[in-house]
């Protein structure tokens, strides 16, 4: 069985989520949470900060997230 890499990360992320800021739909919480893991990757490999990535580029990925 192959496992990603991730998982256990996003498991302990999902729930601290949860615990902050009520529930989530786990679904949706994933999309997000990749799409995030993705966008502090690709500022890596360009050399920037990965603390660089703001709310708004998370928005620009997923407009659908409000906050």
């Known amino acids: 069985m192959k496992v990603d890499r991730l998982a256990p990360q996003l498991l ?16 949706d919480y994933v999309a997000h949470w990749y799409a995030a893991t993705a966008l502090i990757e690709a500022a890596e490999e360009e050399g920037r900060d990965p603390f660089s990535v703001t ?8 407009p659908e997230v409000v906050n």
């Open 12 to 27: 302990i992320d999902y729930d601290l989520f949860c615990r902050q800021h009520g529930f989530c739909p786990f679904e």
């Open 55 to 62: 709310p708004d580029d998370l928005r620009a990925v997923l």
